[in-house]
């Protein structure tokens, strides 16, 4: 597998399995759900191995606010002036999604980042 076509796959998995914390979250499944943040967190370290940060990036303008934010929050680090506009958006939506957007927020202006 050639290395643009890995960083794809590993950036398609990423998203889906923001989607299936989201719901697992929604559920109130939290094994599932931390089931699913190893998962992205082995999809963001490969990435950050390939160098296919910049192509996950690509998804903070993701209409899904769950897999914005989701990158929002892992790429913090990397692009924090973006990944802050972000959340910021995503803090405004009702429900569980705008209070973890703006929870983490919460921890990244008040120094107390780490993922």
């Not at 590993?10 to 094994?31: N, Q, S, T």
Request: hydrophobic share 50%.
């Amino acid at each position: 597998m050639q290395q643009h076509e890995k960083v794809t796959k590993l950036v398609g998995w990423f998203a889906k399995a923001a989607v299936r914390h989201a719901e697992a979250l929604e559920a109130m499944a939290e094994d599932l759900a931390a089931a699913e943040v190893a998962d992205l967190t082995r999809y963001y370290r490969a990435l950050q191995r390939e160098g296919g940060v910049a192509e996950l990036l690509r998804l903070l303008d993701d209409p899904n606010p769950v897999i914005a934010g989701m990158v929002a929050v892992y790429a913090m680090r990397e692009a924090p002036e973006r990944c802050v506009a972000v959340l910021t958006l995503i803090a405004r939506e009702p429900g569980l999604i705008g209070f973890r957007a703006q929870t983490a927020l919460e921890r990244w202006e008040s120094g107390d980042w780490d993922q």
